[in-house]
Structures are given as C-alpha cells and as structure tokens.
C-alpha cells in the first residue's frame, strides 16, 4: 500500500510539472497565432475589401475575439463592455488585455487610416508579450525537471 502512495505521489508531482510546462507553450502560440492573425487582418483592411463582420468569420484566436465583440455590440452592449465581455474568453497578461480592450473599443465605426493606427500600436505591445511568452517556454524543461526530481525526492523520503 505504501508503494502505491509513493506512485502516486511521485505521479502527481510528475505531472504538475508537466502540466505547467504545457500552459507555458500555450501560452506562446497563442500570442504568436494572434501576431499573425493581427497581420492578416491589417492586410485585410488595407485592401478594403472585407468588412469587420466577414473578418470575424474567419478562424482563429483574434477572429473569435472579434466575432465575440461584434456579438456583445450586437445584442446592444456598449463598446466598453463588448470588450471587457469578449475578453474574458482570451488568457493573456494585464498589458496585453489592456492593449486589446483599446483597439477594440471603437473599432466598428473606426475608418481604414485608424484601423491601421489601432493595429501598429497594437503590434508592440503583442511583440513584448511574445518575447515574454517566449521566456517562459523556455522555462518550460526546468519545470518539468523540478516535478520529476520533487516527485523522486518525496518518493526517496516516504520509503
């Protein structure tokens, strides 16, 4: 019985640091996949041709945030709480969702010249999260060294 406990144990500890490894990468595709997503979406723009509604249709996660945000606007909410509502979805730092809630309040009756001003000083701020994000990935063999060896540790002390 006592060498089931030290499995688990040493399992469980195994697998937070796993776990939080994981989160860590998640973490830096999603702010990659909204860098690339954001460029898309300023060529987009630039071109004229696709509105704000037909942009939020595509996929991916800076679309469903729009989509989100078009939503909330839709069913009558202001631009500020449309924001605040269709971040809630996204898991990000405090710069990068404070970043996000000003580009996307007023951007429906924003014109292309301002688009453009809310996306380039948008662009830095998802810059700085992604060399963060990246930091953190990095991170990510430590951590889950550290749950392997606290695991193995405890293992050691309970036998």
């Known amino acids: 019985m006592k060498a089931v ?3 688990l144990l040493f399992g ?3 697998l937070f640091g796993f776990r939080t ?3 860590k990468t998640v973490r830096l595709k999603t702010v990659r996949a909204m860098l690339l997503e954001l460029q898309a979406f300023s060529d987009a723009i630039m071109t004229g041709g696709e509105t704000l509604q037909r942009l939020s249709e595509r996929s991916g996660v800076f679309y469903s945030l729009l989509s989100a945000y078009l939503k909330e606007l839709e069913q009558g909410k202001t631009e500020t709480e449309a924001a605040e509502l ?3 979805t996204l898991n990000g730092t405090g710069d990068v ?3 996000l809630k000003q580009f996307l309040t007023g951007l429906s009756g924003a014109s292309g010249a301002a688009l453009r001003g ?5 662009m830095p701020v998802l810059q700085a999260a992604e060399t963060a994000a990246e930091a953190e990935a990095g991170q990510g063999r430590v951590f889950r060294c550290i ?3 606290i695991g ?3 293992a050691i002390l309970l036998m």
């Open 147 to 149: 749950g392997v060896l």
């Open 97 to 99: 969702q404070a970043a």
């Open 12 to 14: 469980l500890c195994t």
């Open 21 to 23: 490894a994981e989160k």
């Open 152 to 154: 193995a540790g405890l």
């Open 5 to 7: 406990g030290i499995a």
């Open 118 to 122: 809310r996306i380039h000083s948008l």
């Open 86 to 88: 269709a971040l809630e």
